[in-house]
């Protein structure tokens, strides 16, 4: 059954652009700092690294509903005043995969020459004036402050330990497999220094000894919750040659929806993301598949979110993720490289960006956890109802 | 957006003109779902437009009340301070047999968490949601307990 989304069409625009320039700025737990000024130093950082001025970012992205970021903290900060390509449909979670594309067509269009995406998150600061944490902007939203949130069905873990329980119950996936992605990703964290989870060890064991916070979703099933930002810089692959930094090539990108939207309760295909919509058309546009992929880092809130995507984006068949992340699968050095930054389970949750930051680096050869020779990186963002693809290569 | 200020929230917002009538129904001890006046589809939730004919007039129609549990979860920690007193509590899905792409979110009650199974038969009953932390309010609303 495959009426239950579709792909966004997006022009190929295969090779025209590439990421020049990331910054990140500390992730940490609360650290009492806003988003704005995380936003703003991960903004600063992404210049530097590409070996641009302020004045050479033509070009604006970010999340609209995340609005601590903008074009007026932009100017602000770096005492600016100059014209500005801007979108709202930028920084994390799936439009960090997205904004590649976005960026492409304003470069084509002649908008913009340097187009910088960024996302800040606060989160850990904000988090004891928000009801039920980051599933207040969930818990605002009409339908599910009445059919959902009156009966116990929130926040996140609890929309997750729902889907993990079916995915176990459809496909037979065990509590270990879960606990093998979570082990990895903190594997991979213990050789990332920028990583919030970065001294501390996870055994299986330890997962399995993790409290259950809704049965059976356990507490090293979810990810942290963390302040940290990141940012890049898209600009034609002609100009990025000229660049400070060996580009990373934007060779497809996808986008997926479902139907439901971000109601997961009646998403039909309960135990699919809308990556089945979003991989194929991305992998098209690069004249690659999955087998071609050195590194892929997904945007992970719980271990069956990277279970699920996995299967999705056809590194192997649905159902079949369980077997396959068993053992060391997905440690930097194992089969499939996959979150070698950690992830949002043990890296920092802010949100994608830092994922896609990671396949630039494990593009250029610089990344904690290296693969060797890296040219292939996928990053598979995610925001409920909707999954984003964005492949990147080294230039050949 | 709704306000997360309301002095009764996490219970319903009776006046939210989307789900009143779900509420009242359960208030009658009726199962009521949005049906498509076009195609005749029931639509869940109840959003403005049929996903499946795009009809935009609905019927809120009695269901008999009988599902089966798609999946649950086993709340152990209370995300809400209103949840404190009542974990570990057992919320999921039921596809309706009316139905089964209509699932309703809702407690499972009356069980053993342990023993619960794929796809058991589930019925419907309507208890009063209170929580402590809204004194002397009580909304009916349907829970479901194994058939």
Not at chain 1, 7 to 14: G, H, M, V
Not at chain 1, 359 to 364: A, E, L, N
Not at chain 2, 112 to 138: S, W, Y
Request: glycine share 10%; net charge negative.
């Amino acid at each position: 059954m495959s009426d239950w989304g579709h792909a966004t069409e997006l022009d190929d625009i295969s090779g025209q652009v590439a990421i020049a320039g990331i910054g990140e700025t500390e992730y940490t737990k609360a650290s009492g700092r806003t988003a704005r000024e995380i936003g703003v130093e991960a903004a600063e950082r992404a210049i530097a690294d590409a070996g641009l001025e302020p004045t050479d970012i033509d070009g604006l992205s970010w999340n609209g509903a995340f609005a601590d970021f903008d074009a007026d903290a932009f100017h602000e900060h770096f005492g600016t005043s100059h014209d500005l390509w801007t979108s709202r449909w930028g920084g994390g979670m799936t439009w960090a995969g997205t904004a590649p594309h976005l960026a492409a067509q304003a470069i084509a269009d002649g908008k913009a020459r340097h187009v910088l995406n960024v996302f800040p998150v606060a989160w850990a600061t904000q988090r004891g004036s928000m009801t039920g944490g980051p599933g207040e902007t969930h818990a605002a939203q009409p339908l599910k402050q009445n059919l959902e949130v009156p009966f116990g069905w929130f926040p996140q873990p609890v929309y997750f330990a729902t889907i993990m329980r079916r995915h176990m119950l459809e496909f037979g996936t065990t509590e270990e497999q879960f606990g093998a992605i979570a082990v990895a990703c903190r594997r991979n964290a213990n050789h990332n220094p920028t990583a919030v989870m970065h001294e501390k060890k996870m055994t299986l064991d330890d997962y399995l000894a993790s409290p259950l916070l809704a049965d059976p979703l356990r507490m090293f099933d979810s990810c942290l919750i963390s302040d940290g930002g990141a940012a890049y810089i898209t600009t034609s692959l002609e100009r990025a040659r000229d660049l400070a930094q060996p580009p990373a090539v934007v060779a497809g990108v996808g986008e997926g929806n479902a139907e439901s939207g971000g109601h997961w309760s009646q998403q039909q295909e309960f135990t699919s993301t809308p990556q089945v919509f979003s991989a194929p058309p991305a992998f098209k546009m690069a004249g690659l598949a999955p087998g071609d992929v050195d590194v892929l880092t997904v945007y992970d809130p719980f271990t069956v979110v990277s279970m699920m995507q996995i299967e999705d984006m056809g590194f192997c068949e649905k159902g079949a993720a369980g077997e396959f992340v068993e053992g060391d699968t997905l440690h930097h050095d194992g089969e499939l490289a996959f979150n070698t930054h950690g992830g949002l389970l043990s890296h920092a949750y802010v949100l994608g960006i830092a994922h896609v930051v990671e396949v630039v680096k494990q593009i250029r050869g610089t990344a904690p956890a290296q693969v060797p020779g890296c040219e292939v990186g996928v990053y598979g963002g995610y925001t409920g109802g909707m999954a984003s693809t964005l492949i990147l290569t080294e230039d050949r | 957006m709704a306000s997360l200020k309301r002095a009764d929230f996490p219970l319903p917002d009776l006046s939210d003109e989307r789900t009143t009538e779900f509420f009242a129904g359960a208030a009658r001890g009726e199962l009521v779902i949005p049906k498509c006046d076009s195609c005749g589809a029931f639509c869940w939730y109840p959003e403005e437009r049929c996903l499946k004919c795009d009809g935009d007039a609905f019927t809120w129609t009695a269901v008999d009340g009988h599902g089966r549990l798609y999946s649950w979860a086993v709340v152990r920690r209370a995300f809400l301070p209103a949840f404190e007193e009542m974990v570990p509590f057992v919320t999921g899905l039921v596809a309706l047999d009316a139905d089964p792409t209509v699932r309703i979110v809702s407690y499972v009650v009356d069980c053993d968490p342990d023993a619960l199974a794929a796809d058991q038969p589930l019925d419907v009953v309507f208890r009063d949601l209170r929580f402590p932390t809204v004194p002397d309010r009580a909304v009916p609303v349907p829970m479901f307990v194994p058939a």
